[in-house]
């Protein structure tokens, strides 16, 4: 059955962390930043676009004061991952706020002019503790889609947030998986901006492998939650993409 939300308004995937995304019904290309509150610290994770910022930040105001945001999460450098960024940084206001990102998006986000200190995930062991203890991992995720590209892990919640894989673009959405046709939308989505299954399906095992996962925040598409996880990963794992594509 599927739920019914009111997407004008930031929605509660767990108790500490919220969505704070754009339904776009025009595009139909669903952007999902996410907002992890916790104790001394806030983290921010894909703050958008330019053109989606004044309803994410909106929504982040709805839920926290932004001054209080101590990190923003920059998963990989695409406009629409972090085209806001400067401007994200400017209303926060912050002289403590530090990026998060690998060194490969680094180097690419820091022509958008940013004033904040850089937090290289791959000179910190791909982790990051808060102040209460709570860490975050990070896996590097090379070329999905981008050189810099990761995914977070929340050991707390056991929450992955994946960044563009189990993204999704379709005219029919919802933020949750539950009665609809997600993977049609992942199908399409993947297919054009992943580069090879040859590239996806070890990232993907080495996830399995790696975390024990109770849910999935991708950057686009929907949330995956019990049995929706497995059946994603298994989609994907098989799935044919970018080169694969043209070489059949």
Same mark, same amino acid.
Not at 10 to 15: D, E, G, K
Not at 131 to 156: C, I, N, W
């Given at each position: 059955m599927r739920r019914e939300l009111?997407?004008?308004? +930031?929605?509660?995937?767990?108790?500490d962390i919220f969505w704070t995304g754009f339904y776009d019904e025009v595009t139909k290309f669903h952007c999902n930043p996410y907002i992890l509150i916790d104790d001394q610290d806030v983290v921010l994770f894909d703050p958008g676009s330019i053109p989606d910022f004044p309803e994410i930040m909106r929504k982040v105001i709805d839920v926290i004061q932004p001054h209080e945001i101590t990190y923003?999460?920059?998963?990989? $450098?695409?406009?629409?991952?972090c085209g806001n960024l400067a401007v994200t940084e400017d209303v926060i206001d912050r002289s403590e706020l530090k990026?998060?990102?690998?060194?490969?998006?680094?180097? #690419?986000?820091?022509?958008?002019?940013?004033?904040?200190?850089?937090?290289h995930v791959d000179k910190h062991d791909h982790k990051l503790t808060l102040?209460?203890?709570?860490? #975050?991992?990070? *896996?590097?995720?090379?070329?999905?889609?981008? +050189?810099?590209? *990761?995914?977070?892990?929340?050991?707390?919640t056991k929450t992955?947030?994946?960044?563009? =894989?189990?993204?999704g673009v379709s005219a029919e959405w919802a933020l949750f998986a539950d009665d609809w046709d997600y993977l049609k939308g992942m199908k399409a989505f993947h297919q054009v901006y992943m580069?090879?299954?040859?590239?996806?399906? +070890?990232? #993907?095992?080495? *996830?399995?492998?790696?975390?024990?996962?109770?849910? =999935?925040?991708? $950057?686009?598409?929907?949330v995956l939650e019990g049995e929706h996880i497995n059946i994603a990963f298994d989609f994907l794992k098989q799935l044919p993409c970018g080169v694969d594509l043209d070489e059949s």
């Open positions: 009111d997407y004008h308004d +930031p929605i509660a995937v767990t108790r923003v999460v920059a998963h990989h $450098q695409d406009p629409d991952v990026i998060v990102a690998h060194g490969n998006t680094v180097r #690419l986000i820091n022509h958008l002019g940013l004033t904040s200190e850089f937090y102040k209460s203890g709570r860490q #975050l991992e990070f *896996m590097y995720t090379p070329y999905l889609h981008s +050189p810099g590209a *990761m995914v977070t892990y929340d050991v707390k992955l947030f994946s960044s563009d =894989i189990f993204g580069p090879s299954n040859a590239i996806l399906k +070890p990232a #993907l095992e080495k *996830m399995q492998s790696r975390w024990e996962i109770d849910r =999935i925040l991708p $950057q686009h598409g929907c």
